[in-house]
């Protein structure tokens, strides 16, 4: 597999927010200097603990200070933005940083009401997300109704972050998928809704083949409970925002183990590290050499994030050397 990662510059206690984007530039150019083939960052609007709303505005700043790794969105939130306004911001980012450039998309809305309502989104509203993905890549490929500007030699291509119905507009469309989350974490030697979409793949111009990649957590340390420790301020964050419906900053680890634990909140923090990848080099290579042979996957999109930015920087530099 392919070796990429995303960071959704997740902000820390105590540090300001422009830390969280300062920090993803600083991996992005270690990324590169690891020979990752991708870096790509998040949307995430008025979430405490994610610094980065606007992925085209820092992928601007990221391709500023690299010169070869893939740059991309992990994703670009479709019923959040006009067509034609995401793949004119694509294009000027294709025509600064040529044949860099992805465009993730993803259907998500946003995290609360409060938030689905300043974004003008409803969540009855119709679901237009396979049109919309269709008029992007008409807008891109210089088809639309209008031609989007700046017009590029090659189209940045689209990659479609996807639930299980999500894989079978990708497989219509003929585009690659990146698939997280619980249908990584099934039974059974093969994923059957990955093998659907690949047998369902409809070749397209830019694509002629089916791509699977796959993004979860992978943290590696000198020994499991050492990732595990690193894993934590990650999933108390997430066991949190469930408890009180707002993703906090990181924390660190002894200041966690300093506050109280429901059962039901140990619960939780012990399902999202059990759903990673971690341990030592040799633990994480079998593990996903493993889900490499369940998922068919091209590429890997590690989405670790820690307390601790240098064991995170360590992480990446021991991902980098494996052979998966």
Do not use: C
Not at 54 to 61: D, G, Y
């Amino acid at each position: 597999m392919k070796l990429s990662i995303l960071d959704r510059s997740r902000t820390r206690r105590g540090a300001p927010d422009s830390a969280a984007l300062t920090g993803t530039i600083e991996r992005a150019v270690y990324a590169e200097h690891l020979g990752f083939e991708r870096f790509w960052v998040a949307e995430h609007h008025a979430v405490p603990g994610i610094a980065s709303g606007s992925p085209p505005v820092l992928l601007a700043a990221l391709g500023a200070r690299t010169s070869r790794i893939r740059l991309g969105s992990g994703g670009v939130m479709l019923p959040n933005h006009q067509p034609l306004v995401v793949a004119e911001q694509f294009l000027i980012l294709e025509a600064m940083y040529p044949g860099r450039i992805d465009l993730g998309v993803g259907r998500s809305l946003g995290f609360t009401k409060p938030v689905r309502e300043a974004l003008r989104r409803d969540r009855n509203a119709p679901d237009t997300f396979a049109d919309d993905l269709d008029e992007v890549r008409s807008y891109l490929e210089g088809k639309g109704a209008v031609t989007a500007r700046p017009q590029v030699a090659t189209p940045p291509p689209m990659f479609v972050l996807a639930t299980r119905r999500g894989l079978d507009f990708a497989a219509k469309a003929g585009l690659p998928v990146v698939v997280g989350g619980p249908i990584l974490h099934g039974a059974g030697a093969r994923i059957p809704e990955l093998d659907r979409y690949r047998d369902s793949f409809v070749p397209s111009a830019a694509h002629r083949d089916p791509y699977v990649m796959i993004s979860l957590e992978v943290m590696i340390a000198e020994n499991d409970d050492r990732a595990r420790e690193l894993l934590l301020p990650e999933a108390w964050a997430l066991a949190q925002s469930s408890r009180t419906g707002e993703f906090p900053p990181l924390e660190s680890v002894a200041d966690i183990r300093t506050q109280p634990w429901t059962p039901r909140l140990r619960e939780q923090v012990d399902a999202t590290i059990a759903s990673s990848i971690h341990g030592d080099a040799e633990q994480v290579k079998v593990a996903l050499d493993a889900l490499s042979a369940r998922t068919g996957a091209d590429e890997l999109l590690a989405s670790t994030s820690t307390f601790d930015r240098d064991a995170l920087f360590e992480s990446d530099r021991l991902l980098s050397l494996l052979d998966v």
